[in-house]
T-cell receptor, first 112, second 113 residues
């Protein structure tokens, strides 16, 4: 079946440093790839999605490229802020499918 | 815009008890989901429903029942709560526009004594 593997947390950074959260996936389909973010006490919310291979998604300074050859979708940000502290989930869904497969989540802690 | 409401926000139960969690959405979305969230394990799908009165089992359906009596609501029942169980249950919905994006509620936090 489909699976998503991402960086194990917590990831602890100082404000202003760069972030990379690795995400690798396995599927026999042509998936749409997602990054969701979850703040304390809330449900996950979409950060961005990329439906096509070799394209990049971005939002709020975060970005990731859908790399079909490497089956990867790594999340990056050049300069993190304390307000970025949250749990980040990589996920995929197949074309026309209803199920979404989530990674185990990566907790990011940013100190001022 | 729309919103997903989950009730109750916190649920404390006893071992062996049947517990029901409720979810309402006003997006007018067709598809709704229940996930269980445990620390370090991500989100695991319990049940989903493609339309009113439809039910589909997810990977973690054993020990749970679900009900979709109308388009806007989706209930989940823990059939027999397990002692010391602690988890967050998340409800989500998805529509036909941006049909691959899920919108989540804030969750119900369960603790079984």
């Amino acid at each position: 079946g489909d699976s998503v593997t991402q960086t194990e947390g917590p990831v602890t950074l100082s404000e202003g440093t760069s972030l990379t959260v690795n995400c690798s996936y396995e599927t026999k389909q042509y998936p749409t790839l997602f990054w969701y973010v979850q703040y304390p006490g809330e449900g996950p919310q979409l950060l961005f999605k990329v439906p096509k291979a070799n394209e990049k998604g971005s939002n709020r300074g975060f970005e990731a490229t859908y790399n079909k050859e490497a089956t990867s979708f790594h999340l990056q940000k050049a300069s993190v802020q304390e307000s970025d502290s949250a749990v980040y989930y990589c996920a995929l869904t197949g074309t026309g499918g209803y199920k979404v497969v989530f990674g185990s989540g990566t907790r990011l802690l940013v100190s001022p | 815009g729309g919103i997903i409401t989950q009730t109750p926000k916190f649920l404390i139960g006893q071992e062996g008890q049947k517990l029901t969690l409720k979810c309402q959405q006003n997006f007018n979305h067709d598809t709704m989901y229940w996930y269980r969230q445990d620390s370090g394990k991500g989100l695991r799908l319990i049940y989903y429903s493609i339309t009113e009165n439809d039910l589909q089992k997810g990977d973690l359906s054993e020990g749970y029942d679900a009900s979709r009596e109308k388009k806007s609501s989706f209930s989940l029942t823990v059939t027999s709560a397990q002692k010391n169980e602690m988890a967050v249950f998340l409800c989500a919905s998805r529509g036909t526009v941006n049909q691959d994006t899920q919108y989540f509620g804030p969750g119900t936090r369960l603790l079984v004594l």
